[in-house]
């Protein structure tokens, strides 16, 4: 069955350190791959997607992530992270079967930022 | 400005009393998605529509019905509200590109139901 792994429930970080969030997934195909943000109270926010061509995509907000397709994962980097970007995130990946088209998510890791 | 709009934000009732959470999207999208966030689970689809008239199942559709008379609404609505559907939900819509569609979604801000 097709699923998203998101294995860190909570990740905590100081300000001005980098930042890796993992996702892996479980898909036949390569599938369209996609980060989300959602602040608390708020609606999710899309942060960078992949589908073909380079592995390595930019996003807003200085995020960036890594298609790797020997690994199944698709891991989310920021370089310095601000507090501002405390917050939930959300992996998900897009996927087509049997002429249809749905949306698998991950569980979510929730992010704090120390001053 | 394009946007989802989902209504109400907040609603508390009771066992059984049926009610109907809207969404309405201004963006011309064909498709339109309906999740529940849960602690721990994250968000689950429960219908989606790929178009007028066309609505399927997704993970978690018991006790849930949805309808896609026009383009920009699709309607969450729950016949016989039990407390297990207490949750938070998200209307979502994208472009639909055809089989292959790569389109991301734009969310609305949610709807907090508590069913008591």
């Known amino acids: 069955a097709q699923s998203v792994t998101q294995p860190d429930i909570h990740i905590t970080v100081s300000e001005g350190a980098s930042l890796e969030l993992r996702c892996n997934y479980s898909?036949?195909?390569?599938?369209?791959l996609f980060w989300y943000v959602q602040s608390p109270g708020q609606g999710l926010q899309l942060l960078l997607k992949?589908?073909?061509?380079?592995?390595l995509v930019q996003g807003i907000k200085g995020f960036e992530a890594e298609f790797k397709r020997s690994q199944s994962s698709f891991n989310l980097r920021k370089p310095s992270v601000h507090w501002s970007d405390a917050a939930e995130y959300f992996c998900?990946?897009?996927?087509?079967?049997?002429?249809?088209?749905?949306?698998?998510f991950g569980t979510g890791t929730r992010l704090k930022v120390l001053a | 400005e394009a946007q989802v709009t989902q209504n109400p934000r907040y609603l508390i009732t009771v066992t059984g009393k049926k009610l109907t959470v809207t969404c309405s999207q201004n963006?011309?999208?064909?498709?339109m998605s309906w999740y529940r966030q849960d602690p721990g689970l994250g968000l689950r689809q429960i219908y989606y529509?790929?178009?007028?008239?066309?609505?399927d199942k997704g993970d978690v559709p018991e006790g849930y019905k949805v309808s896609r008379k026009e383009k920009r609404n699709f309607p969450l609505i729950l016949e016989s509200p039990s407390p297990n559907q207490t949750s938070l939900y998200f209307c979502?819509?994208?472009?639909?590109?055809?089989?292959?569609?790569?389109?991301?979604?734009?969310f609305g801000d949610g709807t907090r139901l508590s069913i008591l």
């Open positions: 529509s790929m178009n007028v008239e066309v609505t």
């Open positions: 998900a990946v897009g996927l087509t079967t049997s002429g249809t088209y749905k949306y698998i």
């Open positions: 963006m011309n999208h064909e498709y």
């Open positions: 898909y036949g195909a390569t599938p369209y």
């Open positions: 992949y589908f073909s061509g380079d592995t």
């Open positions: 979502a819509s994208s472009l639909w590109g055809g089989q292959l569609s790569n389109q991301p979604q734009h």
